[in-house]
């Protein structure tokens, strides 16, 4: 015997305390009825006044309160062994920690929100492998492909602009890392999500998008950031803020470069969404791109189906409460026979 839900089992602690209550009542009642009768006046004038029949019917209320509270744990018996199979896609996310990131025309930055939309994507997840590429100049797998979603979330917090040390932004590297990060499964299964400000510093992005395309890896992008750009608050070795300025101390500026990221979506046969502070993009992406596709059977296994058994209890129960109100609590009067 095994229950389902034993967290349940809190309120037996309603048993005892509807006895207490029952009988604090009695008491109660007693009291008022000594304040206009005496205990040798009541069988009198209560003669037909049941106290067994009285408690019979307390003890079925209570007793059907406690049957269904066993139902709600939901006892189980018996077992079958059946086989499960886990099906998803292998979703690699890429995302862009440049300097870049960390522009607030998206507010808390850029990045921040980009790891906000990424926490909510995976409690979408359901089989899913997941994994993610940070990246700036360069690009390093942050956590392999996997479905333990908490641990995801671990290395996802710890991602910030300093993740990467190689300055600037290739989305080519980004696109090549991920690649060669699939590990096993078939083509049709894997999908790339980058998310960035579509600046692309390092070039090489078509060819990169030329190998995507022959291993059939669908990437799909979320540009964000707006057209007018931000400037990029930095903290300086004294802890004060200052704004990234170039070569020739002008403060740089960085916008939202879009065509770079549709070129890369339409060729791959992904989506392209460009974000908002209101809607980042991922769940489109998701409900409307991924959640169609035909999904791979990554495991199967045998397991344990418990028999449930909380008809049981429940019937118990339901009769209890049935009957209860055809008891009455009067005493049957018997009739004397006249000869």
Same mark, same amino acid.
């Given at each position: 015997?095994?229950?389902?839900?034993?967290?349940?089992?809190?309120?037996? +602690?309603?048993?005892?305390?509807?006895?207490?209550?029952?009988?604090?009542?009695?008491?109660?009642?007693?009291?008022?009825?000594?304040?206009?009768?005496?205990?040798?006046?009541?069988?009198?004038?209560?003669?037909?006044?049941?106290?067994?029949?009285?408690?019979?019917?307390?003890?079925? &209320?209570?007793?059907?309160?406690?049957?269904?509270?066993?139902?709600?744990?939901?006892?189980?018996?018996?077992?079958?062994?059946?086989?499960?199979?886990?099906?998803?896609?292998?979703?690699?996310?890429?995302?862009?920690?440049?300097?870049?990131?960390?522009?607030?025309? =998206?507010?808390?930055?850029? +990045?921040?929100?980009?790891?906000?939309?990424?926490?909510?994507? =995976?409690?979408?997840?359901?089989?899913?492998?997941?994994?993610?590429?940070?990246?700036?100049?360069?690009?390093?797998?942050?956590?392999?492909?996997?479905?333990?979603?908490?641990?995801?979330?671990?290395?996802?917090?710890?991602?910030?602009?300093?993740?990467?040390?190689?300055? *600037?932004?290739?989305?080519?590297?980004?696109?090549?890392?991920?690649?060669?990060?699939?590990?096993? *499964?078939?083509?049709?299964?894997?999908?790339?999500?980058?998310?960035?400000?579509?600046?692309?510093?390092?070039?090489?992005?078509?060819?990169?998008?030329?190998?995507?395309?022959?291993?059939?890896?669908?990437?799909?992008? &979320?540009?964000?950031?707006?057209?007018?750009?931000? %400037?990029?608050?930095?903290?300086?070795?004294?802890?004060?803020? =200052?704004? +990234?300025?170039?070569?020739?101390?002008?403060?740089?500026?960085?916008?939202?470069?879009?065509?770079?990221?549709?070129?890369?979506?339409?060729?791959?046969?992904?989506?392209?969404?460009?974000?908002?502070?209101?809607?980042?993009?991922?769940?489109?992406?998701?409900?409307?791109?991924?959640? *169609?596709?035909?999904?791979?059977?990554?495991?199967?296994?045998?397991?344990?189906?418990?028999?449930?058994?909380?008809?049981?209890? +429940?019937? %118990?129960?339901?009769?209890?409460?049935?009957?209860?109100?055809?008891?009455?609590?009067?005493?049957?009067?018997?009739?004397?026979? %006249?000869?």
């Amino acid at each position: 015997m095994k229950w389902g839900a034993s967290e349940m089992a809190i309120w037996l +602690l309603a048993v005892p305390c509807m006895v207490l209550f029952f009988w604090w009542a009695g008491r109660l009642r007693e009291k008022a009825v000594r304040v206009f009768v005496s205990k040798q006046a009541e069988p009198e004038i209560a003669s037909d006044h049941s106290h067994v029949r009285a408690r019979v019917k307390r003890a079925m &209320v209570t007793t059907a309160v406690f049957f269904t509270i066993l139902a709600l744990m939901r006892p189980q018996y018996g077992f079958r062994w059946r086989e499960v199979k886990r099906l998803g896609l292998d979703i690699l996310i890429a995302l862009d920690t440049s300097n870049s990131m960390l522009a607030e025309d =998206v507010l808390p930055n850029r +990045l921040e929100r980009a790891k906000l939309a990424i926490r909510d994507l =995976v409690g979408k997840l359901e089989g899913d492998r997941i994994g993610l590429v940070v990246f700036s100049g360069t690009a390093f797998l942050q956590c392999p492909l996997t479905i333990d979603y908490n641990g995801f979330l671990l290395t996802l917090r710890d991602v910030d602009a300093s993740s990467i040390p190689v300055g *600037g932004t290739s989305l080519s590297n980004a696109i090549y890392t991920a690649l060669s990060s699939y590990e096993g *499964g078939k083509n049709k299964y894997k999908t790339l999500i980058i998310i960035t400000d579509g600046e692309d510093l390092e070039g090489g992005v078509d060819r990169a998008i030329q190998k995507a395309r022959a291993e059939n890896v669908m990437i799909s992008c &979320v540009g964000i950031g707006s057209a007018e750009g931000d %400037i990029i608050p930095l903290t300086d070795a004294r802890g004060q803020k =200052v704004f +990234l300025k170039d070569s020739e101390g002008n403060v740089v500026k960085t916008r939202l470069n879009e065509e770079t990221l549709q070129d890369i979506a339409v060729s791959t046969g992904g989506m392209y969404v460009h974000s908002t502070g209101a809607e980042f993009g991922l769940d489109l992406i998701y409900d409307e791109k991924l959640s *169609g596709l035909e999904k791979e059977d990554l495991k199967s296994r045998m397991e344990k189906h418990y028999n449930e058994r909380f008809q049981i209890p +429940l019937g %118990i129960a339901l009769m209890l409460l049935l009957v209860e109100p055809l008891i009455g609590d009067k005493k049957k009067k018997h009739r004397k026979n %006249i000869l």
